[in-house]
């Protein structure tokens, strides 16, 4: 059975992080520019304190009309009760998890170390790819073209 340890060996474990008091402009450019849709908040002491998301933008910032983006923090619109994963961890118990708590991203810890991030469009491409490799074994099976 697949584990996030696979996506993560597969995609690598380098993890897109800002500083709570950077703005909320210079994270946007930042996910702009690594076409990424969520970043990790990291403090002065390298502890996690919150990912901040396209959706903590487009959910939190909306309607507030004053609100300048190049003055905002991401403290102040990231989401701070961060849930992660764990490398050893099923994909299934992956969806399983990001459909319970609502959300696409999820840092993956091994032990207490930060190894990666894991997004929903992640998970997915390993799903599929999982059926079109066991769909191509079938077809192998069924025609006996080994
Ligand atoms: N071509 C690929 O390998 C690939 C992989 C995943 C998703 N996608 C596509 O991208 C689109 C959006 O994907 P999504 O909703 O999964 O989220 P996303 O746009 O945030 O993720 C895109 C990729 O960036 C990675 N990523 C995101 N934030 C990161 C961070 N802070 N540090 C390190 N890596 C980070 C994800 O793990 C994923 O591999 C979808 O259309 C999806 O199909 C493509």
Redesign the pocket.
Known sequence: MKTIQD?INH??G????VRPEVSVYEALLL?KE???????VINDDKEVAG?F??RDYARRMMGDTGADTRKTPVSELMTKNVQGIMAHRTIEECMALMTDKRV??L?VFEEDELV??????????AVIHDQAFLIDQLEHYITGSF
């Open positions: 996506i995609k690598g380098s993890v897109w992080d996910m690594q076409g990424i849709g969520a970043l990790l990912i998301s396209e696409r991203h840092p990666g991030m894991v997004s929903i469009g992640d998970v997915v491409k």
